[in-house]
């Protein structure tokens, strides 16, 4: 299965190992995915409190 890469500095990934080490993490890569996820959910988030408060204007509830 193909993965894709990403490359990171190596004082960036040295940073990235440790605090994967400190935080319990199985590896760096494991690390930086579930940073990355948490990140995008916070996007995904703020696109859906757009959408309720468009719809909430189109209702009258917000002018």
């Known amino acids: 299965m193909f993965q894709p890469t990403i490359k990171l500095n190596r004082s960036l990934y040295e940073k990235v190992k440790q605090c994967a080490a400190a935080a319990g993490y199985s590896s760096p890569e ?8 948490r990140e995008v959910a916070k996007q995904d988030e703020s696109v859906s409190d757009e959408e309720v408060v468009k719809k909430m204007q189109g209702l009258g509830y917000i002018d």
């Open 30 to 37: 494991e690390f930086v995915e579930h940073v990355l996820e």
